[in-house]
């Protein structure tokens, strides 16, 4: 247990120092406006695998009531 504690506090601890540094191409990405390309590229993407997954439950129901 003592090993994943500090394991944790090791892992917390690093994404905290890579928090600070500053990202270039996301900072340009921000200044000409591309990053809102980048967000809607992204939730479309899981809009359909949102949409895929509630068909594939639908179609496994209706197997299972079949049966």
Known sequence: ???FISFLVVLL?????????EVQ????MRADGK?????AVIAIVFVGI???LVLLD???SKIEKSL
């Open 1 to 3: 247990m003592k090993k």
């Open 13 to 21: 601890t690093s994404f905290n120092v890579f928090a600070q540094e």
């Open 25 to 28: 191409m996301a900072d340009q």
């Open 50 to 52: 949102i949409a895929y």
């Open 35 to 39: 990053i809102w390309v980048v967000v």
């Open 58 to 60: 639908r179609k496994i």
